[in-house]
């Protein structure tokens, strides 16, 4: 395939699966309406154990239906109703998280083929990083699914990475162009790769931090909400926790190892006082400050949250703001 058509391929692959993500957010927006409809009938429907009499002293189990608020007879869905109401609810999250696997599965394919357009790594612009750290926020997505049981993470990865990639569309967009003579080097792959990786994970901690602030503020909600299917704010101060921990050394090594040595072969410097390498180390601090508080002065809950997430604008600032705010002064501005 020709240059030109590997870049149509990566073009249409972006505009896919940007597609199949719109409709993972409906399965899973679908997902939520099922549960919230199920739910409150589900909670009124208690099981009655009583004693039983004469005849052998028995067991008697029942359930003692309530009216359903809203119901317009007065009389509420039947179990079976409601049970049928989980059970497509639970059928909606598997489609919801099926359709992001394939989702990210096509946004692998625009960033592979656009590196094959270019002949090279893609991300040599800002279009193209934006596109690859959307897709590790997926990847990461699916990988920690089981083991921190993020399904209720699904409507939110899945919007963030919609909107995101449309703004990247929309307003940074380009053309395969030939990289820069700073950026021809083989420290391009291993530093940016490692800062990708870390802001994917630094993007679904700081997710849950959010999450964690929003429960707090309304402890009481509506059962079937979205809000009463997260997990406790203990679980949630704990996913954000673990993922940023698990982002912190690989952030440290992008920014204060691989960094500095490729601005070396690249300026013959160490340290240039760019404003993306001081950003960069001030989100490094701000996440340093973040672990350090929790082990040390047993920060937990809204405090910990609060410092993650100015840790998580200082990093997207960092990618983007930097370009806008700074532009050519900035001898990343090409990043």
């Known amino acids: 395939m020709s240059s030109d058509s590997w870049e149509l391929l990566s073009n249409q692959a972006v505009a896919a699966c940007a597609v199949v993500y719109f409709l993972a957010v409906l399965a899973h927006l679908w997902e939520w309406a099922l549960l919230r409809r199920a739910t409150p009938v589900l909670a009124v429907s208690a099981p009655l154990v009583a004693a039983g009499a004469g005849g052998g002293g028995g067991l008697t189990v029942g359930t003692s239906p309530s009216p359903l608020r809203g119901s317009p007879s007065g009389e509420p869905p039947s179990d079976t109703s409601s049970f049928e109401d989980q059970e497509r609810a639970d059928l909606f999250g598997r489609i919801g998280v099926a359709l992001t696997v394939v989702a990210v599965s096509v946004h692998v394919v625009a960033m592979v083929s656009r590196g094959m357009a270019a002949g090279r790594v893609p991300w040599g612009n800002m279009y193209e990083f934006t596109m690859t750290a959307t897709c590790f926020v997926g990847i990461g997505y699916l990988a920690f699914y089981k083991r921190f049981k993020l399904g209720w993470l699904g409507p939110i990865v899945t919007s963030f990475i919609l909107i995101t990639l449309m703004a990247d569309v929309l307003l940074l ?163």
């Not at 508080?293 to 910990?304: D, H, L, P, Y």
Request: aromatic share 18%; net charge positive; no cysteine.
């Open 173 to 335: 967009f380009e053309g395969v162009v030939p990289l820069r003579d700073a950026l021809d080097s083989p420290w391009l792959v291993i530093h940016v790769v490692a800062a990708i990786i870390a802001t994917g994970a630094f993007t679904l901690g700081g997710m849950a931090s959010a999450m964690y602030l929003v429960k707090e503020r309304w402890p009481n909600t509506r059962p079937g909400g979205y809000l009463s299917r997260l997990p406790d704010l203990a679980g949630l101060d704990r996913v954000a926790y673990r993922t940023q921990a698990f982002a912190f050394p690989i952030w440290t090594f992008a920014a204060l190892i691989a960094g500095p040595i490729w601005a070396d072969h690249a300026w013959g410097r160490y340290w240039n006082w760019d404003p993306k390498e001081v950003w960069a180390f001030i989100t490094w601090v701000v996440y340093a400050a973040y672990l350090h508080a929790r082990v040390t002065a047993g920060w937990r809950g809204r405090s910990a949250a609060i410092l993650a997430l100015i840790g998580l604008a200082t990093l997207w600032f960092n990618f983007i703001g930097i370009n806008f705010f700074f532009g050519s002064g900035s001898m990343h501005s090409y990043a």
